[in-house]
Structure formats: structure tokens, C-alpha cells
């Protein structure tokens, strides 16, 4: 399936042609999953924005209106932080519209897509990192940045002794994952 391009992928959502879908799920969802956890959200909340990102795509390319100037999954990706970031200030008291969203990405320069390319592949390496980190270091970093759990939570989940032995083993998990994500970023 790695030969369809962007058109192609676009036609497919347009005539809900299942393998397009699944493609782009595939490769755009976890990216967004780890942006939306790293935010203070949680994989529910990924799924939703997700969904409303292809939906909300689904419609302007249905519009005729749709200009791809940038890679699809740069593209996905826009969207969905602006909905993330939307939805964030919208919890704290400020509402915004779909429209919106939509709007502030038909902008995107070269530059701009250079850029999200560029955090796509990080947040795709670490994504592919935290998978190959193993139990219990990610459920113990996912615990700390993602739960913002504090470390005598963290000693008691985790049965350490102390939470001097459970900062140790958090900072070794983390050179661990840093070695796992700099291996696979630097090829």
C-alpha cells in the first residue's frame, strides 16, 4: 500500500475506500496520539481530535476548494494540533469554530511544512521508541510526564523501596528511551 501518494490517499477518503483510511490512520495517528499525550491529554482524546481532523479534511476536500500545498500527514498533523490547541483554550474559556481550524491551515508555507515534516518524523521516532522501551520503563515514564504523577505515587505503584531508588530508575528508563529515540533519529 506504500505506493499511494497523497492524491490518491485523498480520492480514497472521498470514496471511502477502507485501505486509503486505514493508510492514514497508519501513518498520522501516532503522531498524533504522542502530541495530544505530551499536551496533557489522553488516547481518547487523540482518537476524538483525530476523527474531527478527518472529518473536517473529508469536508473541504468535498468542498472543492481543497489546495494541497503541503505532504498530507504535514497537513493532518496542523490540524489536528490547532484543534488540540482550540480545544485546550476553549477549557479555559475561549470558544472557537471549525472553521477556524480549517482556515489557519490553508496558510501553510514551505517553510511551515519544512517544519511540521520535521516534527512529524521526531514525534513518529519517539512514538516507535516508547513501543520498543518496554514495561516497566514506559508505563513509569507515561506515569511522571504524561500523569504528572508525583514520585511517592510512583514508589508505591511501582513497590520501590523509596523514592530516591524510584528517581533512579525513572532516570535510567529515560537515558534508556533518549538512547532508543537518537539510534533510530540519527539514520
Not at 28 to 57: M, T
Not at 65 to 76: A, D, E, G, N, V
Not at 95 to 111: C, F, M, P, Q, R
Amino acid at each position: 500500500m506504500s505506493e499511494l501518494n497523497d492524491k490518491d490517499l485523498i480520492n480514497g477518503l472521498l470514496n471511502n475506500d477502507r485501505r486509503c483510511i486505514e493508510k492514514i490512520y497508519k501513518d498520522n495517528f501516532g503522531q498524533i496520539r504522542a502530541y495530544v499525550l505530551n499536551n496533557n491529554g489522553d488516547v481518547d482524546e487523540a482518537k476524538d481530535i483525530f476523527q474531527e481532523a478527518l472529518v473536517l479534511l473529508l469536508e473541504k476536500v468535498r468542498s472543492g476548494s481543497f489546495q494541497l500545498s503541503s505532504k498530507l500527514t504535514t497537513y493532518i498533523y496542523s490540524i489536528c494540533r490547532n484543534i488540540w490547541l482550540k480545544r485546550l483554550s476553549r477549557n479555559r474559556g475561549k470558544e472557537i469554530s471549525a472553521s477556524d481550524v480549517l482556515h489557519e491551515n490553508e496558510d501553510l508555507t514551505e517553510d511551515d511544512s519544512d517544519i511540521l515534516e520535521e516534527k512529524n518524523l521526531q514525534f513518529a521516532v519517539m512514538d516507535e521508541a516508547l513501543s520498543k522501551l518496554g514495561e516497566p520503563c514506559k508505563t513509569l515514564l507515561e506515569s511522571f510526564y504524561v500523569k504528572k504523577m508525583d514520585m511517592k505515587s510512583i514508589t508505591e505503584m511501582f513497590g520501590y523501596t523509596n523514592a530516591d531508588n524510584a528517581k533512579t530508575q525513572k532516570y535510567k528508563c529515560l537515558m534508556r528511551l533518549k538512547k532508543l529515540f537518537f539510534d533510530r533519529y540519527n539514520k
